[in-house]
């Protein structure tokens, strides 16, 4: 079965400080996973995405995540968070039958001052 | 960049009545598109794949009678709520994608949908 664990529901980092978002997937196959962020009552942006080739990818606003398949993990970094990146983030995977995502449970980013 | 357009972007309806949801691709063809709904403080469910000119596929626990997606064009999704009920209350997300299975998708903002 295909699915995506995102540990953390919720994660307060101070501003500036660095962080790490934990994402964990179960898919028989190569996968394809994203990053998206949602702003309250907003759609999805697309942070990154990981398709193959290079492990580490680079996204929008200072993000990257690493692929570690013996881990099975698609972490989200950044080195110092803004105020701006508090936001609920969901990590994903895409089923390369149909294209349709699967989406982990989400992680809720505070920003303190 | 590619645009997906949802309309309404919120919308209150009374029990019992039907609530039709649009989602365009405003400067691609989406061959196809997905339906999610997201409960608050909870991750995105797909309800549905459609492709165009072809009858909608509906996840597992989603009732088709009741959500009826319509996909006639090449541009234009439909998502109608019929005979809606304060528990289909929800924040639905539409996507598009264009070409082939690979391609990237692209999100609408969404729809409130309240009913009461």
């Known amino acids: 079965a295909q699915s995506v664990t995102q540990p953390d529901i919720h994660i307060t980092v101070s501003e500036g400080a660095s962080l790490e978002l934990r994402c964990n997937y179960s898919y028989g196959a190569t996968p394809y996973l994203f990053w998206y962020v949602q702003s309250p009552g907003q759609g999805l942006q697309l942070l990154l995405k990981y398709f193959s080739g290079d492990t580490l990818v680079q996204g929008i606003k200072g993000f990257e995540a690493e692929f570690k398949r013996s881990q099975s993990s698609f972490n989200l970094r950044k080195p110092s968070v803004h105020w701006s990146d508090a936001a609920e983030y969901f990590c994903?995977?895409?089923?390369?039958?149909?294209?349709?995502?699967?989406f982990g449970q989400g992680t809720e980013l505070s920003v303190k001052p | 960049g590619a645009v997906v357009s949802q309309h309404p972007s919120w919308v209150i309806c009374k029990s019992g009545t039907s609530v039709k949801i649009e989602c365009r691709s405003l400067d691609f063809q989406a061959t196809t598109m997905f339906w999610y709904r997201q409960f608050p403080k909870q991750s995105l469910m797909l309800m549905a794949t459609?492709?165009?000119?072809?009858?909608?596929?509906?996840e597992q626990g989603v009732e088709k009678d009741k959500f009826l997606i319509n996909h006639a064009s090449l541009t234009l999704s439909t998502l109608t709520v019929t005979s809606a009920h304060p528990e289909d209350s929800s924040f639905y997300i539409c996507?598009?994608?264009?070409?082939?299975?690979?391609?990237?998708?692209?999100f609408g903002n969404g729809t409130r949908l309240t009913v009461t």
């Open positions: 996507s598009a994608q264009a070409g082939q299975v690979n391609s990237p998708l692209h």
């Open positions: 459609s492709n165009e000119g072809s009858k909608a596929t509906y």
């Open positions: 994903a995977l895409r089923n390369n039958q149909g294209g349709k995502l699967i």
